[in-house]
């Protein structure tokens, strides 16, 4: 703890938890007690970013992709999803955070909706951090969703194609209003971006560790966040640029 610099710490850290899976085969165990120890850790390492001072936290919980499991496991999941969401809100609440989901929730049960929705209603007013549950989500289908929008828009005469600019196009996609990551942690020793935050990743610092996601500890996010602050982040621009800036 005391090699990480509270003033450098990165606003917004978005996690790609993998490795559910082979935790449980590794144990002999079927797959959904990888999913169940992997919902405890992201209840662990929530508060742990919430005692650390991240601002914004953003996972990815379920990808469009993942809807190709065999039906069983995304049957599990999603009662476990559903399960995490109603047993986490009134601690949500009270440590004053604000939730909210990202993707295409139009797929996702009503039982999971209506678990979402209240949630995001309880916690909207929170302002001590913020916590972005991609669900049913995919970079890709979010850039679809907010070209299609900004069509309607021109189509309505309320956009002129001319005018749209990077910023507008950030304005159509899922939650406009959160910062781009900073820092993204990938477990399970994978290291691919597998459809995730495709647009908002573009200047995003990548960190790959092989802990396997219910294995991994407040310590393990401390590790990340200490190699993010030993990175020169130069967003284009040469290092005495950057040098010359601070
Ligand atoms: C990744 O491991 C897990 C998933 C793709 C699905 C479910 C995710 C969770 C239950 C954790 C997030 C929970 C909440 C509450 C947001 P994998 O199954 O792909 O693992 P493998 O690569 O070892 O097979």
Redesign the pocket.
């Known amino acids: 703890m005391a090699r990480l610099d509270p003033n450098k710490l990165p606003r917004h850290v978005a996690i790609i938890?993998?490795?559910?899976?082979?935790?449980?085969?590794a144990r002999g165990l079927p797959?959904e007690q990888?999913?169940?120890q992997?919902?405890e850790?992201?209840?662990e390492v929530v508060r742990a970013c919430h005692e650390l001072g991240i601002r914004v936290l953003t996972?990815?919980?379920?990808?469009t992709e993942?809807w190709d499991?065999p039906v069983e496991?995304v049957g599990e999941?999603m009662d476990?999803?559903e399960r995490?969401?109603e047993s986490?809100t009134d601690e949500l609440v009270e440590q004053g955070i604000r939730v909210q989901a990202i993707g295409r929730l139009s797929d996702l049960s009503p039982e999971l909706r209506q678990r979402l929705e209240e949630l995001t209603r309880r916690t909207e007013h929170n302002d001590e951090m913020r916590l972005a549950?991609a669900l049913s989500y995919s970079g890709r289908t979010e850039i679809v969703d907010a070209v299609r929008n900004i069509a309607r828009a021109v189509e309505a005469g309320c956009v002129d194609p001319e005018a749209i600019d990077e910023k507008s196009v950030q304005n159509y996609l899922y939650a406009p209003d959160l910062p781009d990551p900073d820092l993204l942690i990938r477990t399970?020793d994978?290291h691919r971006i597998s459809n995730f935050l495709l647009w908002q990743l573009a200047y995003t610092e990548l960190y790959h560790t092989e802990r396997?996601?219910p294995d991994f500890r407040k310590q393990d996010l401390v590790d990340a966040l200490v190699a993010y602050q030993g990175r020169e982040r130069r967003f284009g621009r040469t290092s005495s640029q950057v040098r010359e800036r601070r």
């Not at 938890?17 to 085969?25: I, L, T, Y």
């Open positions: 938890p993998d490795g559910n899976g082979r935790w449980a085969e797959r990888g999913h169940r992997g919902c850790v992201v209840r996972l990815f919980a379920f990808s993942n499991r496991e999941i476990l999803l995490y969401m986490e549950f399970g994978e396997l996601w």
